[in-house]
């Protein structure tokens, strides 16, 4: 099983639409969960980080975390175009020495 | 304040050669990281630095080296490249040595290297 799995889609919703981006993780022990937008062509960017269970909301944004179920959402309410990017969702695990493990990314496309 | 920059945005290099990508942070972030991203395998960690002075490996070292003099810098090098490591190299840095549960890691624009 990969450390951290995601669609890597295209996923594609129209405009206004709420788009929902899934993440799973392999090890129980980890500990921070961060979701990264990457524009083609750019650097990842951080939206949201979260450490504890349950919903942590920043304006369009809400990340969740379920640790028993081991997977870490991300919502995008009322979507726009320009959130059309590749959505990556990385782990920090317990005792890593703060490194980071990343999922593949899941491509979102919105359309107008 | 420009957080991090890489040097060169990109670059052509020819199998055998030596090249030397620069990282240099103005944050004064304690832990630097070297990543490598390719289609379809995603970032994948090369070296990292909890501070100055001190090193360590990630998933995929082989053929590459790193320093750290000093908190601001960290270069990677490809002392021979080969072709397999075209791709692209993002450097992002930390606030806390060896992380800790909030510390985030903020990325560099890239350097896009093909090694012919």
């Known amino acids: 099983q990969k450390e951290v799995e995601q669609n890597s889609g295209p996923l594609s919703v129209p405009e206004g639409a709420i788009a929902s981006l899934n993440c799973t993780y392999s090890?129980?022990?980890?500990?921070?969960f961060f979701w990264y937008r990457q524009y083609s062509g750019k650097s990842p960017e951080l939206i949201m980080s979260?450490?504890?269970?349950g919903d942590k909301e920043d304006g369009r944004f809400t990340a969740q975390l379920n640790k028993a179920s081991q997977y870490v959402s991300l919502l995008i309410r009322d979507s726009q175009p320009s959130d059309s990017a590749t959505y990556l969702c990385a782990v920090k695990k317990e005792g890593s020495q703060g490194n980071l493990i990343f999922g593949k990314g899941t491509k979102l496309s919105v359309k107008p | 304040i420009a957080g991090i920059t890489q040097a060169p945005t990109s670059q052509i290099l020819a199998a055998g050669r030596r090249m030397t990508l620069r990282c240099t942070q103005d944050?004064?972030?304690?832990?630097m990281y070297w990543y490598r991203q390719d289609l379809g395998l995603g970032l994948r960690l090369i070296h990292y630095?909890?501070?100055?002075?001190?090193?360590g490996k990630g998933e995929v070292p082989d053929g590459y080296s790193v320093s750290r003099a000093n908190t601001d810098d960290f270069p990677l090098t490809l002392a021979s490249a080969v072709p397999s490591q075209t791709s692209v190299y993002f450097c992002?840095?930390?606030?806390?040595?060896?992380?800790?549960?909030?510390?985030?890691?903020?990325f560099g624009p890239g350097t896009r290297l093909t090694v012919l």
């Open positions: 090890d129980r022990g980890s500990q921070s």
């Open positions: 992002a840095s930390s606030a806390l040595a060896g992380g800790g549960v909030t510390d985030t890691q903020y």
């Open positions: 944050m004064r972030h304690n832990a």
């Open positions: 979260i450490y504890s269970n």
């Open positions: 630095s909890n501070t100055a002075g001190t090193t």
